[in-house]
């Protein structure tokens, strides 16, 4: 599609979305106009400091100077539930180090690639050679889309390989093309002697078990989990991400970072950042589609369910007056029953 009917096909999607946004404003005729503030309104591009995202920032960064200086840079495997900012850490390191163009070419220092669904080693293959750049990237044989990542790995000067959800070699029916895939991987390592990050949820690390030399290459672990709030220096952390939040938030009514609010706030999202982030926005955008020029529980209540729990029970809702906030919502059928047994079972091999 060219640059002018992109244009054109964006021009015509957001006149859409205004024409609707204004038929629903006639239907509410008492609500005042919209603010200008929410148009571009958004948390995602943010950098929120805390520990655990500075620790895999600076794992990473001593990996990518190992390959740098060293020429071996070895490996890293960052582990963790949804939602915890493991791939805003990828993305994030990335940004610091952007593809660029010299006078011997493309050259590119830090490379970033998601597994594919159902990870083989042409489609893997094919996934790197596309995150380079390559028009050619599913044209060739497994064999020829190998050489050429070999090719242009010495090219481009790639320092440093961020391969995200690694997850997906656990979801490969098969044993034995999981044995094909990692192998593959495992002499890319070898053969290019970059720099490794391996990131994805929990069971990626039977991955790297299931393979001795790959478990040998990623024996360093950094395993990002949700914020705590057991002892009051995890809650004032907690706590500082949530004001350094507020800051950027268009409307205000509710501090959230105070407390009982921020428990509130904790218990809704068990403590992970992108659920935060994803409640903060859409009770700002409740807020805008509203007219409202406060925020007030009701809204994060329906923020809550719009976002992580649709079908919450009024008692387990952490926005409503009735709310006692006793418990984590992780039992049988509520929305981290999956991520509290993680979590579980990594500070369990920690203490080992």
Known sequence: MQPEQNQTRSFKIEQSIGQL???????HPSLPANDEKFKTFSLRPLRIDFEIFA?????IASVHRKARFNDYGGGLLIAGPTGSGKSSALSYYESHFPAFDDVEGKKI??????????PTVKNLAEAILSAMGDPASCKGTSEEKTR????????CEVELLLIDEFQHFAEVNRRGATRDVTDWLKNLFNVTRVGVVLSGLPICEQTVAFNPQLARRFSARHHMLGFSYLTQAKQLEFRGVLQSLQ???????????????????FVATYGLIDYVISILEEV????????ATTLTLT???QAFKYSIWALCPDELDPFTEVFQGKRP????GEPFEKVGLAQVNIRKKAKR
């Open 21 to 27: 946004e204004q038929y629903s404003s006639e239907l």
């Open 284 to 291: 700002c955008d409740i807020a805008r589609r509203t007219r």
């Open 148 to 155: 050429r990542i070999y090719k242009f790995f010495i090219d």
């Open 55 to 59: 620790g895999a920032i600076q794992k």
């Open 109 to 118: 220092p830090v490379l970033y690639v998601q597994t594919p669904s159902g």
């Open 247 to 265: 800051s950027e938030i268009p409307i205000g009514g509710i501090c959230i970072h105070d407390d009982p609010f921020a428990r509130r706030m």
């Open 329 to 332: 919502l992780d039992q049988p």
């Open 299 to 301: 809204m994060f209540s």
